[in-house]
C-alpha cells in the first residue's frame, strides 16, 4: 500500500473517532461544550462521519481515488478552518448560514479551527506534494 492511501485509512480513523469523541461526557464542560470550545451537533457529526467514510472508501478504492479525495477535501477543509477562524462559523456543516458570525474569545477562534487548517493543509500537501512524488507515494492505478 503507498503512503496516499495510508493516510486515506487514517484520515478515516481520525474522523470516526472524532465522532466518537463527541459522546465522550468527561470531553463536555458543564454548558456543554466539546473540551470548553465550541457544541457539535448532527451537522458536525454527520460531516464528520462523511468525511471518514469517504477517505475510507477512497483508500479502499484506489490510488486515484485516494489522492481526488485530498485533492478535493484538503482545499475545503482549509477554507472552512480560515473561514471559522475569521467569521467563528465554517460552511461545511452549514454554521454560517444557520447561525451567522459569531464572536467569540480569541483562544475559541483559534484553537476551534486550528484542527480543520491542520487536517485541511495536511490534506493539500498529501494531495498536491506527496501523490505527486513516485517514490513517496506510488504510482499504480
Request: glycine letters at 14%; proline letters at 4%; one cysteine or more.
Amino acid at each position: 500500500m503507498n503512503r496516499v492511501r495510508w493516510w486515506g485509512f487514517a484520515y478515516c480513523v481520525g474522523f470516526m473517532l472524532v465522532v466518537a469523541i463527541g459522546y465522550v461526557p468527561s470531553f463536555h464542560d458543564a454548558d456543554g461544550n466539546l473540551f470548553g470550545l465550541f457544541k457539535l451537533d448532527l451537522y458536525d457529526d454527520s460531516l464528520h462521519f462523511f468525511s471518514g467514510l469517504w477517505a475510507g472508501v477512497a483508500a479502499w478504492w484506489s490510488y486515484g481515488a485516494a489522492r481526488s479525495y485530498f485533492r478535493l477535501f484538503g482545499p475545503l477543509y482549509f477554507a472552512d478552518g480560515v473561514m471559522g477562524l475569521f467569521l467563528g462559523s465554517g460552511y461545511l456543516d452549514g454554521g454560517i448560514f444557520l447561525y451567522g458570525p459569531i464572536r467569540q474569545s480569541l483562544y475559541a477562534h483559534v484553537f476551534a479551527n486550528l484542527p480543520h487548517l491542520l487536517i485541511g493543509g495536511a490534506a493539500i500537501w498529501v494531495g498536491y506534494r506527496l501523490a505527486r512524488s513516485p517514490g513517496l507515494a506510488g504510482d499504480e492505478a
